[in-house]
């Protein structure tokens, strides 16, 4: 089975700007969830994805938007940067809604604004 | 709100010394718990989780966990560490309001000293 995959790895993007970050789910998951963990801290939710739709959505601005495909990967948009969205980026799959059960971690987008 | 605490940072252990490492949750209802570990380099992995049933839970490479609902937590442990033991361990809780949404401690990076 294949695992989840995360693009781009790595990314500088400067104050102001936009970012999209994507995410291919497991083979058979169809849940998408987002976390940001910033330097030194746990991850953080940010929303998730079930059945193309937003299920759920933690302490997170509106420009923090999403989407997920027919295919059930994600999408994780994130509109005017600020120095303090610097972080990894994770991406969680599963299968059904349950936090944590049966979640497939990818290896996490880091992202630097400058 | 829901809340996880790991109050160690950093360990430093030498090979074969035991381990344990401190979680403690703040909500007292119904809960499922988590460790996760993640290597160097590698995605977060799922070393062991608690839903409900008997409070020792074993988890995978030799580490176990004891649920103690009277003291909100659920410490990790292991026997005797190894050198590939190294790494950051990340605990987690569900969030009572929100099924679909873990909060995670600020984890705890254990270096083994070979």
């Known amino acids: 089975e294949t695992g989840v995959t995360q693009s781009p790895t790595h990314l500088i993007k400067t104050r102001g700007q936009q970012v999209t970050l994507r995410c291919s789910s497991q083979?058979?998951?169809?849940?998408v969830s987002w976390y940001q963990q910033a330097l030194g801290q746990g991850p953080q939710f940010i929303f998730q994805?079930?059945?193309?739709?937003?299920?759920g959505r933690g302490n997170f601005p509106p420009r923090f938007s999403g989407l997920q495909f027919p295919n059930y990967s994600s999408e994780l948009n994130v509109n005017a940067l600020e120095l303090d969205d610097s972080a990894l980026y994770l991406c969680?799959?599963?299968?059904?809604?349950?936090?944590?059960?049966?979640?497939?971690f990818g290896s996490g987008t880091r992202l630097t604004v400058v | 709100a829901q809340s996880v605490s790991q109050h160690n940072h950093h360990v430093i252990l030498s090979e074969a010394a035991s381990l344990e490492l401190g979680c403690n949750y703040s909500?007292?209802?119904?809960?499922?718990l988590f460790w996760y570990v993640q290597y160097p380099g590698q995605h977060l992995q799922l070393l062991l989780k608690?839903?409900?049933?008997?409070?020792l839970v074993k988890g995978i490479k030799g580490f176990e966990a004891e649920f103690i609902k009277s003291k909100f937590s659920f410490n990790l442990r292991k026997p005797s560490v190894q050198w590939s033991d190294t790494a950051e361990y990340f605990c987690?809780?569900?969030?009572?309001?929100?099924?679909?949404?873990?909060?995670f401690g600020t984890g705890t990076l254990l270096a083994v000293q070979p």
């Open positions: 969680a799959s599963s299968f059904g809604s349950q936090a944590g059960y049966g979640y497939t």
């Open positions: 083979s058979g998951h169809n849940t």
């Open positions: 994805y079930y059945r193309e739709e937003e299920n």
């Open positions: 909500y007292g209802g119904t809960v499922n």
């Open positions: 608690y839903f409900s049933g008997d409070p």
């Open positions: 987690a809780v569900n969030d009572p309001g929100a099924t679909n949404k873990l909060i």
